[in-house]
């Protein structure tokens, strides 16, 4: 039998059995005295000595270790390794922090500790490596519940980092092992069930772009921009956290469709105007019109996707949030166009080297154009294209235990975006 290079054993306190990774198809040690292989290394947290320890993997007894790393943190308790890069990593819970030690074949060094309010570590559990995508996936509970954390690149991430990621699973994590060649992460919930998240999603973006600009000269500056797009792909509005809104999670194929973002066109414009027209010699007109500077913004673009949702379970997967109306393409209706207009006015009242005031008054949506919307009724609540409703009915002489109910207010304005916004304010630096 051939084993790793590597074996991981940890201690909660030098003969107190905490954790073990067993190494390859050897049975796990029940304690310190069952001789490991003896090929590679053997690794030890001493929580009671905030340290880790390297042992020969075929040592037994009362021996000395070849290495021992003091980490900046109490009470190290959980290890991880990354082979292929020669990497070690230890989970303090009492410190929540991650340790990292570079070299771990040779000097267990440098170390780096990654730790601080921003990293949002609180209570940390079990963690794994991505090997591939050079990753650090970490069970954490805070006041919001429990979370997979995700910190990268693992090769440099040090101090007070926020992480990549932050995965909120429908359940609480448990254990966690990344699957790196398939791109899967298992994770373990407190009820015994293995749950598996994998990336199937693929997208194409297609666009077109054309823009004209005017630099700022005699007072004046402007830009244009045109956007042709196209956006198709088959998950990017099937969140990985929460309720998942694919149809059929064994035909991931059959969710291709518009992008939740997907718009055809979008025009952009906007311009500065700062007129000049009296110098010196007109001191009191200057005074009156000159300091004045007149921008605005204009956007426009076609209708986003909309998405025929039927409530009611029609396919009885126990989600609600998944079910289209039968024989519709996900995104396939596309709703109201939008155009708005915003402009600004602003006033030099006073200048000095070291105090400056302006006057300012801003229009959004100038023009107090709809802008509709067919999603989100005015109370919050979102619309849906039908409902399956059980209950018997008589069609042409047959019997159905249920049916679909369209909805008339499907693809109908039921509310609006921000209509007509006027505001002033004092500008003051100094």
Not at 38 to 48: A, D, F, Q, R
Not at 121 to 126: F, I, R, V
Not at 254 to 279: K, L, M
Not at 379 to 384: E, I, L, P, S
Request: glycine fraction near 6%; charged fraction near 20%.
């Amino acid at each position: 039998m051939t084993f790793p290079r590597y074996c991981l054993v940890s201690f909660y306190a030098l003969l107190a059995l905490n954790f073990v990774a067993g190494c390859g198809g050897a049975s796990t040690p029940s304690n310190i005295t069952s001789p490991p292989p003896t090929v590679g290394k053997l690794y030890v947290t001493s929580g009671s000595t905030d340290s880790v320890l390297r042992f020969p993997a075929g040592a037994t007894g009362n021996v000395t270790p070849q290495i021992k790393v003091t980490t900046p943190v109490r009470a190290p308790i959980y290890l991880a390794l990354d082979v292929p890069h020669d990497r070690l990593t230890a989970l303090s819970f009492g410190a929540n922090a991650i340790v990292v030690m570079d070299n771990a074949s040779t000097t267990l060094s440098p170390v780096r500790t990654i730790s601080g309010p921003a990293t949002t570590l609180n209570e940390t559990g079990k963690f794994a490596f991505d090997e591939v995508n050079d990753l650090i996936y970490v069970v954490n509970q805070d006041l919001t519940g429990a979370h997979i954390v995700v910190f990268g690149p693992a090769s440099t991430a040090s101090g007070n980092v926020a992480p990549l990621h932050t995965l909120t699973p429908a359940f609480s994590p448990f254990g966690l092992a990344v699957d790196s060649a398939n791109n899967r992460l298992f994770v373990s919930d407190q009820g015994g069930a293995i749950n598996v998240f994998e990336s199937e999603a693929s997208s194409t973006y297609n666009a077109f772009t054309l823009s004209a600009r005017r630099r700022f000269s005699s007072g004046f500056a402007m830009n244009l921009a045109y956007t042709w797009a196209n956006a198709i792909d088959d998950a990017q509005d099937s969140p990985t956290t929460g309720t998942s809104q694919v149809q059929n999670s064994f035909a991931t194929k059959s969710e291709r469709g518009r992008s939740v973002t997907d718009q055809r066109h979008r025009i952009v414009f906007s311009w500065v105007a700062e007129p000049r027209p009296f110098h010196r010699e007109h001191p009191v007109l200057k005074a009156l019109f000159n300091d004045w500077k007149f921008s605005g913004l204009v956007t426009a673009g076609s209708g986003r996707p909309l998405n025929p949702r039927i409530i009611g379970d029609p396919n009885r997967d126990t989600n609600s949030e998944s079910d289209r109306l039968p024989g519709a393409r996900r995104n396939s209706f596309t709703g109201p166009d939008y155009a708005t207009a915003d402009l600004r006015l602003t006033r030099k009242l006073f200048t000095h080297e070291r105090f400056k005031l302006e006057l300012l008054a801003e229009c959004f949506n100038t023009f107090n154009r709809d802008n509709k919307r067919v999603d989100v009724t005015d109370d919050g609540f979102t619309n849906n294209a039908g409902q399956f409703v059980f209950g018997e009915q008589k069609f042409g002489g047959k019997i159905y235990p249920a049916s679909f109910q369209t909805k008339s207010s499907f693809l109908k304005p039921t509310s609006a975006y921000a209509p007509r916004q006027i505001q002033f304010a004092v500008k003051v630096s100094f």
